[in-house]
């Protein structure tokens, strides 16, 4: 094979291994963060401790070291604990709280989670100046990525056409007669290569579309009163219950009515703490926000008293499901003892609240397979007295929703 073609064809080899791996880095890193928001971001952070110790480093605590150890403890935390003291000690240290086992994460998944968590423990602080935007949802690169993908295919199409050229002449000066190369718009493999690209690409469109139909993850709409949970919920500690009442003890959690604020705001009519920014960087003044509070409320601050009817808060709803799913807030939270921060995500550090969950129903299925139920001295599960005795028996450790009829069509349908 001649030189030109050749090198033509490496620089071509190597353009597209180049191309993989940036497309494989992307997708391990994006699995590893999802991976970590859904199964360990509501119990754990990288670099601070939460409902259980902070992850960075891992590896370099106890046993961990040893991946193997580490993949047991995750799959059963109740069951290595009984073989490992660094283990027990661990539960002993918070409270007695033992970690949900994660039967249903493979060795591949850990090894994601594990590589997103190194890769984050890394980079520096933020400082004040981004901490004002560290509460969006993260960023989609799917446009940037897509753009790439064809630039790269345009620059193969280029390639591939001076390759021909390249080729021609050097047959001509070894005396080959060949017909005139047929220009890659009129090649009917070039073009038929395309058709089937286009229709495979917008067959996959069309299916994520439909897929993705009525699920509105990170939406995040702008409210009629800045109400900052990271303000309420995370730096004054207000309990989430305070204003959420029914999420323990009914099927709704309910949106607090204007007088549950007006509780604190009768006396709080000015905004002291630290800065706060809506998601565009511009500062919201908070005592405006209060303000804005009191003509709700018909509240006059100066003469301390109401003064008129008011009227409710037009909140606009962002978590919605369909008509046809049932879901019950208690059943989760209080029999099956279920954080707010499993399914809304880290509430408590949220300025304007967005959708962190996607809902689906796979979503909730794969939650329901890997969720082990709270069955000790818990008397909404008195009546499986077979896991009971399983478990007093040492043939089980941990009974998951699904296996008391969690993943049945009819317990979240109508």
């Not at 601070?48 to 960075?56: Q, S």
């Not at 989609?140 to 002449?169: E, P, R, T, Y």
């Not at 601050?301 to 208690?330: C, M, Q, R």
Request: aromatic share 10%.
């Amino acid at each position: 094979m001649n030189q030109p073609n050749l090198l033509l064809r490496k620089s071509f080899t190597l353009c597209l291994f180049v191309v993989t791996l940036l497309f494989a880095g992307n997708s391990f890193a994006q699995d590893g963060k999802a991976l970590f928001q859904t199964n360990c971001a509501s119990c754990h952070a990288v670099g601070k401790k939460l409902t259980g110790p902070a992850l960075a480093g891992v590896e370099e605590r106890g046993p961990w070291s040893d991946r193997k150890k580490l993949y047991a403890w995750i799959h059963n935390p109740a069951g290595f604990a009984k073989t490992e003291a660094y283990a027990a000690n661990l539960i002993k240290e918070f409270n007695g709280i033992l970690m949900t086992g994660f039967p249903g994460l493979s060795e591949k998944d850990i090894d994601a989670i594990i590589g997103y968590i190194n890769i984050e423990a890394t980079k520096k602080p933020e400082g004040p100046a981004a901490t004002t935007t560290a509460d969006q949802p993260a960023e989609d690169n799917s446009l940037l990525f897509g753009i790439l993908a064809m630039v790269l295919a345009v620059v193969a199409l280029i390639l591939l056409q001076i390759n021909s050229n390249l080729k021609k002449l050097t047959d001509e000066k070894d005396g080959v007669v060949r017909g005139e190369p047929v220009a890659f718009w009129k090649n009917k493999a070039y073009i038929a290569t395309g058709i089937i690209l286009l229709f495979l690409t917008g067959g996959y469109l069309i299916a994520q579309s439909a897929i993705g139909l009525g699920r509105q993850q990170n939406y995040q709409p702008e409210q009629p009163i800045y109400y900052s949970h990271k303000v309420h919920a995370g730096i004054n500690q207000v309990n989430c219950l305070y204003c959420h009442g029914g999420a323990m003890e009914g099927k709704h959690a309910n949106i607090p009515s204007v007088n549950v604020c007006m509780n604190c705001h009768m006396a709080i009519n000015e905004y002291k703490g630290e800065k706060i920014f809506k998601e565009d960087g511009t500062e919201v003044n908070g005592t405006a926000e209060i303000q804005k509070l009191y003509k709700y409320a018909g509240w006059d601050p100066t003469a301390n008293k109401y003064t008129s009817e008011g009227k409710p808060i037009e909140w606009i709803k962002i978590h919605n499901l369909p008509d046809h799913v049932y879901f019950n807030h208690s059943q989760h939270t209080k029999a099956g003892g279920v954080q707010c921060q499993t399914c809304h995500g880290e509430i408590q550090k949220m300025g304007e609240v967005y959708q962190f969950s996607n809902l689906s129903m796979g979503w909730c299925i794969n939650c329901h397979r890997e969720t082990n139920v709270k069955f000790k001295e818990n008397g909404f599960y008195s009546m499986y007295e077979k896991f009971h005795n399983d478990i007093k028996n040492g043939k089980m450790d941990s009974v998951t929703v699904e296996k008391i009829g969690g993943t049945e069509c009819q317990k979240c349908h109508y």
